[in-house]
């Protein structure tokens, strides 16, 4: 009973301090519904939107030049209204010679029910918003990249947007609380 004890601080010890979230917000604009049509299912309205990235994430890719670091709590609002949310998704980091790259890519279910996947797509064709594939900490590195793109498309065809995402918000880390040790 000692030995699990001890063992179970030493666990939480190994947790780091300053480990965070890193929650990004985004703003665009939905340019068409290419099944219904703008005012169809969906307006073309004003989009926004979050996810949130652990700063300690490790890089699942083993590339050095692609990242893929995981993302919890993907959200995509039109005019203020919540219309998809995924409980996870992926960031892709893309440090070509010739391009750079950052997207957002998630699975999730819309307010219609259906399931569907967003995708944002950032890219700087000079190659030089990144030097490496490591996650970036601020939006502010993802200014060089905008305005980006999205499509989020659903399973069953109900829908299919497209649009542009102009702003990149966020960055910094808002502390994880310690755990408790139930003494």
């Known amino acids: 009973l000692r ?36 005012g169809g299912l969906v307006n073309c309205g004003t989009v926004t939107g979050s996810y949130t990235v652990d700063s300690l994430a490790l890089d699942l890719n083993p590339d ?55 995708s944002i797509l950032l890219t700087d064709a000079t190659a030089s918003a990144f030097n490496s594939d490591a996650f970036p900490q601020s939006a502010n590195v993802l200014a060089p990249l905008l305005p980006g793109t999205f499509q989020l498309n659903a399973d069953d065809d109900t829908f299919q947007l497209l649009g542009s995402i102009d702003s990149v918000s966020g960055g910094g880390t808002a502390s994880i609380p310690e755990p408790s040790s139930g003494v």
């Open 3 to 38: 030995l699990s004890g001890l063992a179970c601080l030493l666990a939480f010890s190994a947790i780091p301090a300053n480990a965070g979230l890193i929650v990004f917000s985004f703003a665009g604009q939905v340019t068409d519904d290419a099944i219904n049509g703008c």
């Open 64 to 118: 050095p030049i692609a990242g893929l670091y995981p993302a919890t709590n993907v959200t995509f609002s039109i005019d203020g209204v919540l219309f998809f949310s995924a409980a996870s998704g992926f960031i892709n980091i893309a440090n070509f010679p010739n391009l750079d790259q950052y997207g957002v890519l998630a699975s999730g279910t819309t307010t219609n029910l259906s399931t569907a996947t967003l």
